[in-house]
């Protein structure tokens, strides 16, 4: 069935490297992928998306790749703060005919910033 | 301007007992889903409502009921709580397109429930 699924339960980086999150995806029919970041006790948090046409997008100190030949989604985030520690889930969207747009999540990576 | 909005946060059931969860959105948005987390782990899809009139079944249904009573609500019923729906609840809504994002997606703040 479809899936989301993620490399690395947790990753620890020290506080100005950049971090790298993975993300395998099993449906090649997604339209969109979502990065979010959910905050202990809260809910996910946008961060940025990536339409399926598209190999890469910027945001502000964050990176989405996307390579559909392997099914492959990444989120790069630059010099890395300890408000980035999260974790962060990636999620595939699927256009479905009349039944409008659903949402799936992967496991998720849990951040750690070591100061 | 609220964004997502649940209620309760926090409930205790015992075995066998119902509740409805509601959520508001004040965005405007047509599409509203309903989550569950578990502890450590990822969200999965319980129902979505893709536009008012229209709700699909999604990942884990089985034990759920929900409603799209109109734009702005969409409610998660639990006929007859289990110990296994123990879990953290979360509606999010799916809109169009923003300045920022090609889907502007907004979480609400979550329904703790615990079924003893």
């Known amino acids: 069935g479809e899936s989301v699924g993620l490399h690395l339960p947790t990753l620890s980086v020290q506080e100005g490297d950049n971090s790298i999150i993975n993300c395998a995806y099993s449906?090649?029919?997604?339209?969109?992928f979502i990065w979010y970041k959910q905050e202990s006790g809260k809910g996910p948090q946008f961060i940025i998306d990536?339409?399926?046409?598209?190999d890469k997008r910027q945001g502000q100190r964050v990176t989405v790749l996307l390579n559909k030949t392997v099914k492959h989604l990444s989120l790069q985030i630059a010099a890395t703060q300890p408000g980035d520690s999260a974790v962060y889930f990636c999620?595939?969207?699927?256009?479905?005919?009349?039944?409008?747009?659903?949402?799936?999540f992967g496991g998720g990576t849990r951040v750690l910033v070591k100061p | 301007n609220a964004g997502v909005t649940q209620t309760p946060k926090f409930q205790v059931l015992k075995t066998g007992q119902s509740m409805t969860l509601q959520c508001a959105q004040d965005?405007?948005?047509?599409?509203m889903y309903w989550y569950r987390q578990d502890p450590g782990m990822g969200l999965r899809l319980i129902y979505y409502?893709?536009?008012?009139?229209?709700?699909d079944k999604g990942e884990v249904p089985n034990g759920y009921n929900v409603s799209r009573l109109n734009k702005r609500e969409f409610s998660l019923r639990l006929e007859s709580a289990a110990p296994s729906q123990t879990s953290v609840y979360f509606c999010a809504t799916l809109g169009g397109a923003t300045l920022g994002s090609y889907n502007e997606q907004f979480f609400g703040p979550g329904t703790r429930l615990t079924v003893l």
């Open positions: 409502s893709a536009s008012e009139g229209t709700t």
């Open positions: 999620a595939e969207i699927l256009r479905i005919k009349a039944a409008g747009n659903k949402l799936t």
């Open positions: 449906n090649s029919a997604s339209d969109y």
């Open positions: 965005m405007n948005h047509n599409s």
């Open positions: 990536i339409r399926s046409n598209m």
